[in-house]
């Protein structure tokens, strides 16, 4: 290694220890706007090269300031989680290292892709016989997952579609939850299902599937059958009633996918693990590692309880692969890349390093900041928190209830702008039924109580300031 290199990997290095050490006193939210950035890195294709240690100097100079601050510990938005500056070392090193984990080309990688596999099964008390894939993120997790069930379901119809392909397939029936997450349609989609060819399962104010109606519209029908349930509703964080669903599933010979972005994770807490009571008797899950378990972007886990069906849906057939021995885990038959980066390599040290204690700590302190944050919020006047708060989820609405629905969604997108503009915590808005409500995820690591309390302080200002102004007009 010349030192001209060392000089570009320093560089990076002091901007990004510059930008972890600025991270708690900053804004949560960018500087800039979207366009405002995409003026300042506007410039023709550069015909003439540019000094490389220059190059990262003028990312972190001009980049610095588009940033929102995801890793902060006040940051609400979404549903994501706050890179593990563990994670982010070891990604760093994976990336020095150079290291094309498609197959066993690389044996630490494909090692440590192994072990962290297995580790995941285990904090999520899931069989541990069940095939793990190392995916970008819970979408492309629910797509492999879901190309598992249209195969293994379709074959016992006497139908190969990894084979064969879908023209002339029996029709495969979808159910799924009215409050499934987006991402599930977009995976539907990606199969060749298509995303409005789904029968829809009710829900009740949580957003659960309610089981009865399930059972109707399964008894309805016969032939090959899916059912994707969902643990953690992205407004609500509720959970499907597993039992009921894996045991309709059951009589009907459908597979049970479950949608666990972030939810799943519910199982490495002893304390919550109740909520996700017999999810482990579905077929199929999906889970994200950069959300609750804080694996720098981007990483899911699509795990299949057939590894017959998993291996089938994403298959790579090429010569020139080093060879394998019965047994072996073959990482590219798991997601749909061959050429990848080492997911595993983030996964396996924040898991080494929290081991299975410091992640269920972890898990069980945001959903207590979650329920003390509703709580505060509760008890001031025409503030109301719309959900049960069993996990980390938090919706709110603002403005009197005699007031027109349109009048809160203002007062609430209000609210949601007067706190991220203070830039003391991050919260976005979203839809929930025929609300508009502010979102709170608490699934950042370090966010404490405190954290907590200062964010519920700046949003009952907020609404103090807007409450104000709105009864003077
Ligand atoms: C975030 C989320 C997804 C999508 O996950 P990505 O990692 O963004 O692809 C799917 N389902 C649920 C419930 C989610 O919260």
């Not at 510990?73 to 982010?88: D, Q, Y």
């Not at 519209?217 to 969902?230: F, H, L």
């Not at 749909?336 to 081991?355: H, N």
């Not at 706190?419 to 839809?431: E, K, L, P, Q, Y």
């Amino acid at each position: 290694m010349t030192d001209y290199s060392a000089g570009v990997f320093k560089e990076a290095f002091q901007l990004a220890l510059k930008y972890q050490s600025e991270l708690p006193n900053r804004a949560c939210r960018p500087q800039t706007t979207y366009h405002e950035m995409r003026d300042l890195f506007s410039e023709p294709l550069p015909e003439a090269g540019f000094n490389d240690r220059e190059t990262i100097r003028l990312l972190g100079s001009v980049g610095d300031q588009g940033l929102m601050q995801m890793r902060h510990p006040r940051f609400f938005g979404w549903v994501l989680g706050a890179s593990h500056p563990v994670g982010i070392a070891a990604d760093w090193l994976a990336t020095a290292w150079g290291q094309n984990s498609a197959y066993h080309a690389s044996p630490t990688t494909a090692a440590l892709e192994e072990v962290a596999a297995s580790w995941i099964l285990e904090l999520l008390d899931l069989p541990r016989h069940a095939t793990v894939g190392f995916a970008t993120g819970a979408t492309v997790g629910n797509f492999v997952a879901l190309a598992a069930a249209r195969g293994a379901t379709l074959r016992k119809h006497n139908w190969d579609p990894d084979a064969d392909g879908l023209f002339g397939a029996p029709e495969v029936h979808v159910f799924i939850g009215d409050d499934a997450h987006t991402s599930v349609f977009s995976a539907l989609q990606y199969i060749g299902f298509g995303h409005d060819r789904v029968i829809r399962v009710e829900t009740d104010s949580q957003g659960r599937m309610k089981p009865d109606d399930l059972e109707r519209k399964v008894g309805d029908r016969s032939g090959p059958m899916i059912i994707i349930a969902q643990a953690g509703q992205i407004n609500t964080g509720a959970f499907d009633p597993f039992a009921e669903i894996a045991k309709i599933a059951e009589s009907a010979g459908a597979w049970l996918h479950v949608d666990g972005a972030f939810g799943l994770w519910a199982r490495a807490n002893p304390r919550l693990k109740a909520l996700t009571e017999a999810i482990e008797q579905a077929d199929s899950w999906v889970t994200d590692g950069h959300k609750w378990l804080q694996t720098p972007f981007d990483t899911g886990y699509v795990i299949v309880k057939d590894a017959d069906a998993h291996k089938r849906a994403m298959t790579t057939w090429a010569s020139f692969l080093p060879m394998h021995q019965e047994g072996d885990r073959i990482a590219s038959s798991l997601v749909p890349e061959l050429s990848r980066r080492a997911r595993g390599v983030a996964t396996w040290a924040i898991v080494k390093s929290l081991g299975r204690k410091g992640v269920a700590e972890m898990v069980g302190r945001h959903c207590e900041v979650a329920r003390r944050m509703a709580a505060r919020l509760a008890t001031e006047k025409d503030v109301h928190v719309l959900n049960e708060v069993v996990l980390n989820q938090v919706i709110v609405e603002f403005g009197a209830a005699d007031e027109s629905l349109e009048s809160r969604r203002e007062q609430t997108q209000a609210v949601i702008d007067t706190v991220v503009n203070s830039g003391t915590c991050f919260v976005g808005g979203a839809r929930w039924r025929d609300r508009w409500v502010m979102r709170i995820s608490v699934i950042s690591q370090n966010t404490s109580v405190e954290d907590g309390n200062i964010a519920v302080d700046a949003m009952i200002k907020a609404w103090r300031q807007v409450r104000g102004s709105s009864s003077v007009d």
